[in-house]
């Protein structure tokens, strides 16, 4: 079954760095949109970045820009947002998706269980 599967999470301080992981299985990988998703609790899941299928299209909100760099491996079926900069703000749970469409071998978007990130001042 699909699976992903986000580590890298944890506490850090204001202007330090994270760097998060998702590793997918159960599905091709290669030919479909990732993205990465925020929720604060008791707040709506927000889109942070996404990469395209093809890894040469990249999108940012605009809080992370410029701090955030999104990257998939799709031999490895993994996917990275490597978070610098960071500032309370961040402080969130994070969440991939794998998003069904084009190439992609997906009828669902998926989601990973999460990974808490929190920063502190």
């Known amino acids: 079954q699909v699976q992903l599967v986000e580590s890298g999470g944890g506490s850090v301080q204001a202007g330090g760095s994270l760097q998060l992981s998702c590793a997918a299985s159960?599905?091709?990988?290669?030919?479909?949109?990732m993205e990465w998703y925020r929720q604060v609790a008791g707040k709506e899941r927000i889109l942070v970045s996404f990469?395209?299928?093809?890894?040469?299209?990249?999108y940012y909100t605009d809080v992370v820009k410029g701090r955030f760099t999104v990257s998939r491996d799709d031999a490895k079926k993994m996917f990275y947002l490597q978070m610098t900069n960071l500032t309370t703000e961040d402080t969130a749970v994070y969440y991939c998706?794998?998003?069904?469409?084009?190439?992609?071998?997906?009828?669902?978007?998926?989601w990973g269980q999460g990974t808490q990130v929190i920063v502190s001042s």
């Open positions: 990469i395209s299928e093809s890894g040469s299209v990249w």
């Open positions: 998706a794998a998003v069904p469409g084009g190439n992609c071998d997906l009828s669902l978007l998926y």
């Open positions: 159960g599905y091709a990988f290669a030919g479909c949109r």
